[in-house]
């Protein structure tokens, strides 16, 4: 199996959903790639990222609010931003399931 690398040294990332799943791998590959990451999630840094090249700024937010995400890219201000991965979810534990037989408020919120 043959692995391609990138590097992606001196750019700028921002990576929602990098609490958890392909967001955390995004984000994690992207810092070892070099990359300067901002990663934002409603969840709490789980504090496993990789060292880099890259650096990583964790920010726990809400998505949907706006401020918040209005002020998680200020730091892009000076840098500007050459990379944004949106890999934000919603899973709701105990809730989730079948398509068929989901609950319509978690199916809305969803969508939200």
């Known amino acids: 199996m043959t692995v391609t690398t990138h590097d992606f040294s001196g750019t700028y990332a921002y990576v929602t959903g ?7 791998a995004i984000a994690s590959e992207l ?6 990451v901002v990663a934002f999630d409603l969840k709490a840094d789980p504090g496993d990222f990789p060292d880099g090249p890259g650096r990583i700024s964790y920010i726990q937010g809400d998505i949907c609010d706006l401020g918040a995400l209005k002020a998680s890219f200020a730091s892009f201000e000076e840098t500007g931003l050459d990379f944004l991965v949106n890999a934000a979810g919603i899973i ?21």
């Open 18 to 24: 990098a609490g958890g799943g392909i967001g955390h």
């Open 31 to 36: 810092v070892r790639a070099g990359s300067n």
């Open 92 to 112: 709701m534990w105990d809730k989730d399931g079948s398509v068929v037989d989901i609950d319509m408020s978690v199916w809305e919120k969803t969508l939200q």
